[in-house]
């Protein structure tokens, strides 16, 4: 009975036409108070691709946009992370449910096979600065303090070696891939208005400054390249770049070349090497480059070709469902150990089937624009991340495979619910590497994360959604928005109260859990009893069906959101009830039948509302003798 009642209702590499600038973009926000920090990178590497070292040159200007006056600054160093003893390799070795990938790997590790970033030298405007390193953080007492508004020029030397592959970066990974380039350059770290976040790296993801980034990358000129930014000498470096293709550049072996990558507008840069990397590029919407470097393997070349015409549809898809793609380029690359995304581009296991290459591309890009135009912190916010990331790409891939679900976050649902009921939740607003289970951080952030958005429909409508998710696109991109920001954007669009919806569901780990308590009849009326059995409050779609088999449905209104939704079936006849306070633990409402007439009543029988218990949400009438029974 159930089921038939949920049925019932139920440039990469462009020499020229970069994208638009955006550094001034805070200039056209209607957010007098806000402001953010700014980095202009020039670095300068050289790899020898024999022992995985690197010497590196870092030129970084940093503007203080903040009213404070800032007396220290501090770099990320994140390859310190993959050394025996640190607190990546601590923490994977004593967590409950550590990460396969890195397990006591890193314990393991021997000299020469670590990862490490050496500061030689830092000065501050020309002058020596004193600087620490502490883990994976790199401590800077300034000279000259940085008065609001002013800048500081900052020069280091710095050698690194890449660790073997084992947590996004590295060497040599499982697939063959040389070089995943990963957090591999001394990072300054964001400053805001909750102060610095010089968060050690222990294995979650990143935050970082707002900037552009002008890089030169020296390398075996066997190698191919891919990753942020556009490169500024393709002719010069041939591997498919070169504005004319029949004019391949020879090179000989064992000479170096130099890469010249220019990344506007981003906070981030990665890049990926290998001598086996095949390059297809096509045309995306809008005249955006996509570029596809994957290895010369028999047994992946057919599905990494038709993965391409799917990335044009993934762009165009999300392009509609939230606002345009605002670079030039985007690279799908075979590295890392999993699937992480970067700036214009995301590193990716490629030895999989079809449909999971597709699926993990598509949630990648999909971080194109939920982290890297609208750059969450994801130390702190990680499921606005990862969750909305899921929420985007799991309609995407239903529209885009044919998928055809009538309800695509099925599994979003099942994750949080089993979540929920397991007694070891934490709220989502626990800092990412402060989870105690491995497991607990993937429900919350990425199912608990998709929930958020695909029940907000249940609350607000899903037109408000899908208008709502292209205004905070829109009026956040190129900032770091928190979830206030969102929740507010929400109130904007939909004209209801939501800050109960963020702070219950987000900060706490109240759960929604409403029963259908007691039926009965009086004056040839039917008296519906309702219980709130959770903390977390809803509004409720109660919907009948009776023996003529007609349906109706009641909606109550929740008292703090102060508005009411639009009937989600226009063709149902709905009756909108008294609205329901959260103290009430009870509420009795009138339907104008006898009970007899009445063959079933379920709360919410779409199941969009992430009701822990399900099962006291139905009502059935006992048959009659006629209709046969036990």
């Known amino acids: 009975m159930k089921k038939s009642l949920v049925l019932i209702f139920t440039l990469f590499f462009i020499t020229n036409g970069f994208s638009q600038p955006y550094h001034n973009y805070l200039d056209q926000l209607n957010r007098p108070n806000y402001w953010q920090q700014h980095v202009d990178y020039k670095m300068e590497i050289d790899m020898d691709v024999d022992n995985y070292q690197y010497k590196g040159k870092q030129e970084l200007v940093y503007t203080n946009n903040s009213s404070d006056t800032l007396k220290r600054v501090f770099y990320h160093l994140h390859f310190n992370a993959f050394q025996p003893g640190s607190e990546m390799d601590v923490r994977s070795r004593t967590i409950a449910d550590p990460d396969s990938r890195v397990g006591d790997r890193i314990s ?45 020029t900052f020069t280091m030397d710095f050698d690194a070696q890449v660790p073997v592959q084992i947590r996004r970066s590295g060497r040599n990974s499982s697939e063959g891939v040389a070089l995943s ?227 695509p976050h099925d599994r979003s649902y099942s994750s949080y619910l089993s979540l929920a009921q397991s007694g070891d939740e934490q709220p989502q607003s626990t800092h990412a590497d402060r989870f105690h289970k491995n497991w607990i951080y993937n429900a919350s952030s990425y199912s608990k994360g998709a929930v958020f958005l695909a029940q907000l429909e249940y609350v607000i409508g899903k037109e408000n959604v899908a208008k709502t998710l292209k205004r905070f696109y829109e009026e956040f991109k190129f900032t770091h928005p928190t979830p206030n920001d969102f929740i507010r954007t929400a109130e904007k669009v939909s004209g209801f109260q939501l800050g109960w919806y963020l702070l219950d569901w987000s900060q706490t780990t109240n759960t929604i859990d409403y029963a259908i308590e007691n039926v009965e009849e ?74 007899e007439n009445i063959v079933a009543m379920i709360i919410d029988a779409t199941r969009h509302m992430a009701d822990v218990n399900y099962d006291d949400n139905l009502y059935e009438s006992a048959p009659s003798p006629s209709e046969g029974g036990e």
């Open 181 to 407: 380039m990963t957090q591999w350059y001394p990072k300054l770290a964001e400053y805001d208005f909750e102060g610095w976040h010089a968060d050690p790296y222990i294995g979650r993801e990143f935050h970082g400054v707002w900037g552009n980034f002008d890089v030169k990358i020296t390398i075996d000129n066997q190698y191919t390249l891919g990753g942020t930014g556009y490169l500024q000498n393709p002719n010069d470096i041939g591997h498919g770049y070169q504005d004319d293709p029949t004019k391949e550049v020879k090179h000989r072996k064992g000479r170096k070349l130099t890469w010249h990558f220019i990344a506007p507008d981003v906070h981030d840069f990665t890049w990926a090497a290998d001598d086996e990397y095949l390059h297809d590029r096509i045309e995306g919407p809008n005249g955006i480059s996509l570029h596809f470097l994957y290895k010369n393997n028999p047994d992946i070349l057919e599905n990494w070709k038709n993965l391409q015409p799917k990335t044009v549809a993934m762009f165009e898809y999300f392009n509609k469902q939230l606002g345009d793609y605002p670079y030039k380029q985007y690279s799908v690359i075979q590295g890392g150990d999993g699937g992480m995304e970067y700036g214009m581009s995301t590193l990716i296991t490629g030895e999989r089937n079809f449909n999971s290459l597709v699926g993990v591309t598509a949630h990648e890009v999909a971080h194109s624009w939920f982290q890297f135009v609208l750059a969450f912190n994801e130390s702190k916010h990680e499921w606005m991340d990862e969750g909305f990331t899921v929420y985007i790409s799991t309609l995407a891939m239903n529209e885009i495979m044919n998928e055809n679900k009538q309800f």
């Open 522 to 595: 009086k004056d040839g009326k039917t008296l519906v009893t309702l219980t709130r059995k959770g903390l977390m409050p809803m509004p409720i779609d109660i919907y009948v069906v009776y023996k003529d088999n007609t349906n109706e449905s009641f909606y109550i209104p929740l008292r703090m959101m102060r508005g009411i939704k639009d009937n989600p079936f226009p063709n149902l006849k709905r009756t909108v009830l008294e609205d329901w306070p959260w103290a009430f633990p009870t509420y009795t409402f009138e339907i104008d039948a006898p009970k």
């Open 108 to 152: 393991k590790l021997s000299p020469d096979e670590i990862g490490y970033i050496k500061v030689n030298s830092l000065r501050q405007n020309g002058a020596p600065v004193q600087n620490k390193t502490v883990g994976t953080i790199l401590e800077v007492d300034l000279n000259t303090p940085i008065l609001p508004g002013e800048k500081a």
